[in-house]
């Protein structure tokens, strides 16, 4: 976690900066919109794909809808008119993923998450490596064994699950540091005091 105060200046840009779009476009913010602004829900209502639920309909969040509208206006309005305003923007999205605020989902929604494409593949690669270099040759092993005990079996699911969870743990590290990095790289004196 980040400096409340990195956390604060984040979300007042964007506020600010959806409220000028907002402003600007003639379509001022409704109090339902500005309040939902300052209390974003925490959790989804829309099951997670990994989720086992029946299926659920959920209602359209006009409010919310609108809200990332804005945000994405107002996004590609700046980039449009200074190309250099995307470190704000990026540093705002740090900011909250990092932090786990949930307005990090309306500017993921607005488009202004960066995602490093190459990097995510070659992680997903060097997993999968790890897994079968590790795990297959001990479960071939065992399975070679004409009489494996089941301490044997679940040592090897012991193992496995261990080792997922390193992979889970390096890869949250690897993206925290991610976001450190576009932070700092972000962070200058006149944004901070706005």
């Known amino acids: 976690m980040t400096h409340r105060g990195d956390l604060s200046a984040a979300l007042r840009f964007v506020h600010r900066r959806i409220e ?48 990332c509208k804005f945000a994405k206006a107002a996004y590609h309005n700046d980039l449009r008119l200074n190309a250099t305003s995307a470190s704000e923007w990026q540093y705002a999205a740090a900011i909250t993923e990092l932090n786990r605020h949930p307005m990090f989902w309306l500017l993921e ?33 065992l399975a070679s064994n004409p009489n494996p005990k089941p301490i044997q079996w679940a040592g090897v699911l012991i193992g496995f699950l261990i080792l997922v969870g390193l992979l889970q743990f390096a890869s949250r590290s690897m993206v925290n540091r991610r976001l450190l990095r576009i932070i700092n790289r972000a962070r200058n004196p006149d944004f901070l005091a706005r």
């Open 109 to 141: 929604w607005a488009g202004v998450k960066e995602r490093s494409k190459s990097l995510d593949r070659w992680l997903l690669w060097a997993s999968g490596f790890t897994v079968v270099i590790v795990v297959l040759p001990l479960m071939f092993l």
């Open 20 to 67: 000028e779009e907002a402003t600007r476009s003639g379509e001022a913010l409704s109090s339902e919109e500005r309040f939902l602004l300052d209390h974003l829900p925490t959790n989804s209502a829309v099951p997670q794909p990994y989720e086992a639920s029946p299926a659920l309909i959920v209602p359209r969040d006009k409010v919310y809808e609108r809200l």
